[in-house]
């Protein structure tokens, strides 16, 4: 699968819209930050030597109302790099709040996925809370660490909808905060390791949450981008966004106190102008020049747009900061790096006055563009300075004190030049992509040999079933235990086949008593089980449950009333509370008093219950939900994992074993099967073992040539 050794990384960015180039940053909500992140994540991974191939999984959205880009399954975004989109919910482009119900799905293709690329990723590493849900069930199906990074933090948003004023069922409709805070709350009892960009995000953000846990938190702040941001060149034309300034100003030569932001209240730009033109010495010594967002019409704008602006042009029309003052109503992305190197050539500074940064990614760019930096104290700028030293760091409310900082930092030439320089170096070593992906392997290593110490050497140490080409799945009372020698022949089998054969079991017993009972006889960890009678589904030694099973099976479910329209049958006696499952109800049968098969399912039907009735060993009966049996909960496994059914192997022997030996799957009855398997005989891929117990396993084994290449078409 790929041309070298190494890691594969398994990102997975669930919403907005993703692809290789021409990223649509800013069309949504959606499509922002956390875009461009994975995307340079995935492509800086990938470039690295221990790295051998990285897939960003994201969802396919086929919609005429966006681009076709965003509706091919596979992308290569550079040399083993690959967005890979899979089918979630509907096909047209949907806002993130409402992808919840599609989230299992997803997990679900994602595993397919890793078995069409037919080797186990390493790693999981999640984006976002939604592709934390999807990374949480992922991860715990493949037995690999699972790695997370918020981006942004379902409390944190809460309470800042709350500050607006916002009315809690409105937060909820609109946002599925619950749902999102939920999510994360599961990802922070998983995650092996929680990426977070700064310090201020682990201390005050995560900490919001119960489980928080900073031992497996690290801060590595994202990579910004070194071939787009850096100061201007030797020959380096003027721009063209330069005359767009140039429009506004007397002296295009004084320095430039720069500011760049959306037209966002947070982001204080007033601030800026208040410390501007209440300080005469920088009036005359540098123009301010202010980019925020761009604008049409202001009137028409959003409230909130329309206020910063409306109060920014009535300021400096106060402060009479015309000629010195620019503020052009468009730029394009392109031109942003050039308006850094502008400001950089001036000999300028850059400005971030917002009430709070927790990152501040504009801080990052100007000084790879080589700009000393002026900004808020607050967890974003406080790293980078101390990373960098390139700057001060003031207090966004004393307006006074930042237009003194402000002629102090642009008075002296010796200094300039020491923070240009400082903050080059500090950007390239803490802040450049290479920096990230050095640090995130060193971090993501620590938690690999964590894993593995964990698991220990004896344990598969990733699931086998996404490489594995075969399944066997045995019954476990009288088909693989009965006999010890048999099964002891049978288990060095597998062992000799370790990492071809999956191996599972399906049993009428809970999960808790057929790991006991295994146990006992010696039986290696299964990858995956069937218990209850298929009614639930658990994987590898973590027990994971597979919880798209029950969510599937719970329809047309009624415990209560079954119980109520079977309470006084004649011949039938309830299991013990420890047998009655969520989703199986169980009775003992005295088969001389109870009446016919027929006539139980009968009285239910008749009750309007749609059950699935189960008989076995002549003793036992089962109620399933209508969706649950062994073999249905087989089915639903081969297709999660993109197992074809007739490479299953399935040995039985007795009625709830019924419907996992008929169809395509390769069936083996065991020569001390009950009566009530008779029936099968003579039925296609059906064997009718003449050996009892594990010796009639075997002996399919042998039947079906499993070991090699498959007999499909032997008759019994
Ligand atoms: C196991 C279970 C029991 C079930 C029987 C038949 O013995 O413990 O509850 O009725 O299998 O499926
Ligand atoms: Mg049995």
């Known amino acids: 699968m790929a041309d070298r050794e190494g890691l594969y990384i398994l990102l997975i960015s669930v919403h907005g819209l993703i692809r290789g180039h021409d990223l649509e940053l800013g069309r949504d909500a959606d499509t922002g930050g956390q875009v461009k992140y994975v995307l340079e994540l995935a492509r800086a991974l990938a470039a690295h030597p ?127 905060i619950s749902q999102r805070i939920e999510a994360e709350n599961q990802v922070l009892d998983h995650a092996d390791l929680v990426i977070a960009s700064t310090h201020q995000e682990v201390g005050q953000q995560y900490s919001l949450y119960d489980n928080y846990q900073p031992r497996r938190m690290v801060v590595i702040p994202p990579g910004i981008d070194l071939h787009r941001f850096h100061p201007p060149r030797r020959g380096w034309q003027r721009p063209p966004i330069a005359d767009q300034i140039a429009r506004f100003l007397r002296d295009m030569n004084r320095p430039m106190v720069l500011a760049l932001s959306r037209p966002d209240p947070r ?43 409306s109060e920014l ?34 000999r300028g500074v850059f400005v971030n006055p917002a009430l709070t940064e927790p990152f501040g990614l504009t801080l990052l760019e100007a000084t790879a563009s080589g700009l000393p930096i ?106 693989l235990i009965g006999d010890r020698e048999a099964l002891e022949r049978l288990l060095a089998l597998l062992a000799d086949y370790h990492g071809h054969i999956g191996f599972g079991v399906a049993t009428g017993r809970r999960i808790e008593s057929a790991r006991k009972v295994l146990r006992e006889w010696g039986v290696t960890m299964p990858d995956f089980f069937i218990t209850a009678v298929g009614s639930e589904i658990h994987y590898g030694p973590k027990l994971v449950e597979d919880s798209g099973w029950l969510r599937h099976i719970d329809f047309r479910w009624e415990p209560a009333a079954v119980h109520t329209a ?23 049968v005295d088969p001389e008093r109870a009446p016919a098969l027929r006539e139980i399912k009968r009285r239910l039907r008749k009750k309007d219950l749609h059950v699935n009735v189960i008989y076995s ?52 009855v065991v020569g001390n099967h009950s009566s009530e398997l008779e029936h099968l005989r003579g039925g296609e891929r059906i064997y009718f073992a003449e050996g009892a117990y594990a010796w009639g396993i075997l002996e399919g084994i042998e039947h079906y040539d499993f070991l090699g290449s498959f007999r499909l078409d032997a008759e019994d």
């Open 566 to 588: 079977l309470q006084d049958v004649p011949g039938l006696r309830l299991q013990p509370k420890e047998e009655q499952r969520a989703f199986k109800i169980s009775y003992f």
């Open 374 to 479: 002026v900004a808020t104290s607050d967890g974003g700028p406080r790293d980078i300075i101390e990373y960098c030293k390139n700057g001060v760091l003031i207090d966004p409310l004393d307006t006074e004190r930042l237009g003194e900082v402000l002629v102090q930092v642009l008075g002296d030439r010796r200094q300039w030049n020491r923070w240009s320089k400082a903050g080059l170096a500090g950007v390239r070593r803490h802040f450049s992509w290479e920096g990230h992906v050095n640090t995130y392997l060193r971090e993501v290593s620590k938690v690999l040999r964590r894993s593995r110490r964990r698991k220990g050497t004896s344990a598969p140490l990733k699931s086998r079933l996404p490489t594995a080409d075969r399944i066997l799945v045995c019954d476990i009372d009288n088909t």
């Open 313 to 346: 042009m009535l300021l400096i029309d106060r402060y009479d900061l015309h000629g010195i003052t620019a503020y052009p109503k468009h730029h394009e992305p392109e031109d942003v790096p050039d308006i850094y190197r502008l400001a950089a050539r001036s």
């Open 617 to 668: 060993h002549q003793a036992f009966l089962d109620i399933l939900p209508v969706r649950a049996s062994k073999g249905a909960a087989l089915r639903y496994f081969a297709d999660k994992w993109g197992i074809p059914v007739e490479h299953i192997l399935v040995a039985g022997d007795s009625g709830n074993d019924e419907d996992m030996l008929g169809g395509e799957t390769l069936g083996v």
């Open 267 to 309: 982001k204080n730009i007033a601030a800026l102008v208040h410390a501007f033109g209440g300080n005469p010495r920088l009036r005359e010594m540098a123009n301010l020049v202010i980019f925020a967002g761009t604008r049409d019409d202001i009137t028409t704008m959003e409230k909130g747009p329309r206020r910063v602006l």
């Open 50 to 176: 221990r790295v051998a191939r990285v897939d960003l999984l994201t969802r396919q959205v086929l919609d005429p109302k966006v681009d076709e880009d965003y509706a091919r399954p596979l992308e290569q975004v550079a040399p083993r790099a690959y967005i890979v989109r899979l089918p979630c919910g509907p096909r047209r482009y949907l806002r993130k709040e409402v992808l919840w119900p599609y989230l299992d799905s997803f997990a679900d293709r994602a595993l397919a996925h890793v078995r069409a690329v037919g080797r186990v990723p390493d790693l999981v590493h999640a984006h976002y809370a939604d592709a934390g849900y999807v990374g949480i069930r992922v991860s715990s199906l493949l037995e690999v660490p699972f790695v997370f990074t918020g981006h942004s933090l379902g409390q944190v948003k809460r309470r800042r909808l709350m500050e607006q004023g916002l009315r809690p069922e409105v937060i909820e409709a609109q946002y599925k």
